[in-house]
């Protein structure tokens, strides 16, 4: 059984092994791959994984020996399912990997909006500081968490752990989901999507890319937020329409916004937000703990076993 690995550094820079894969089959691992290379490196192959390269139906199309392709990630948009599913090819995800991790992030995010304190250390470190009249300064508003409201859109795994931090801090809570949740915690409160966009100080996504989602937060729904509040987005770019949030951010409608996403990854260099106003953007590394990774590895190969012994776990789309 030949196993094909099409872009493995992203999971595995140096720090973790290939072993267990190693343990199920003839592995091959390559950094990463390029679409030109995708047909030569997957035509001997019976298990591909993939964790962002585009597996697209003309490259399924030539799989003449792939029963198995699994996503080293949560979303699948990498894979056009409609074409594995006429060939038969078993398709699994990995989900609920790194629900503690990116919820670490989304409040990196947000302290770094309400405190700023990467920016005022560079001031510290350009000597402004030392230039003070006074023993303190600070030159944006300081925002305090306890008391204002957070808008989760999405409350799955990591919205709940979202919302478990924000609990410490002392926010309000309103989620928006597809489905009411029943029994939510004391602070907590199910809102219709305007009211929460009305109604928050801070709106953090953790929804899924949809064809209902693409687009979500655009020219009306930031005219709708406060002018004080903060967006922040760790789950999929495409959420938001770039250019409208550019200007918002760029004419003060609101506040600021962080996300660890972008609709086109890496970005071009004239990706509008990556000069807009009182905006922070990260490489998408809100997974990437060493933790999650190994937490991601993991269930990947117990994934690949399970499948193998007649028991598929994580099978996208669900049955």
């Not at 700023?116 to 944006?140: A, I, P």
């Not at 807009?276 to 117990?302: G, Q």
Request: glycine share 8%; with cysteine.
């Amino acid at each position: 059984m030949k196993i094909v690995v099409l872009d493995g550094f992203t999971l595995n820079p140096g720090d973790l092994s290939w072993d267990k894969f190693s343990q199920i089959g003839d592995l091959e691992v390559y950094d990463r791959t390029s679409p030109e290379e995708i047909r030569k490196r997957t035509v001997d192959a019976n298990i591909v994984l993939t964790n962002k390269t585009l597996l697209t139906a003309e490259d399924i199309a030539a799989m003449n020996k792939v029963e198995y392709i699994g996503v080293l990630a949560t979303g699948v948009n990498v894979v056009d399912l409609e074409h594995t599913k006429k060939k038969g090819i078993t398709v699994t995800n990995v989900p609920g990997y790194s629900g503690s991790s990116s919820a670490q992030m989304v409040f990196a995010l947000i302290l770094e909006l309400t405190n700023r304190v990467g920016h005022h250390s560079q001031t510290v470190t350009d000597g402004k500081w030392s230039e003070s009249k006074d023993f303190c300064y600070w030159d944006y508003p300081l925002v305090e968490l306890e008391g204002i409201t957070l808008g989760i859109v999405g409350y799955g795994g990591i919205g709940k752990a979202v919302a478990r931090i924000a609990l410490a801090f002392g926010m309000n809570i309103l989620i928006y989901n597809r489905s009411v949740p029943p029994d939510l915690p004391a602070g907590i409160t199910y809102s219709d999507l305007d009211n929460l966009i009305k109604s928050s100080d801070i709106i953090s996504l953790h929804c899924p890319l949809t064809p209902q989602t693409k687009g979500m937060i655009n020219k009306e729904t930031l005219a709708q937020m406060k002018k004080t509040a903060y967006l922040v987005n760790t789950s999929r770019g495409p959420l938001i329409v770039e250019n409208d949030l550019a200007e918002a951010l760029n004419k003060g409608r609101i506040a600021g916004a962080a996300m660890d996403v972008l609709a086109k990854e890496p970005p071009d260099k004239s990706c509008p937000l990556l000069t807009a106003d009182n905006c922070y953007i990260t490489p998408h590394f809100a997974w990437a703990t060493l933790a999650s990774r190994k937490r991601l590895m993991s269930i990947a190969v117990e994934n690949l076993k399970n499948y193998l012994a007649g028991n598929p776990q994580n099978v996208v789309p669900k049955k």
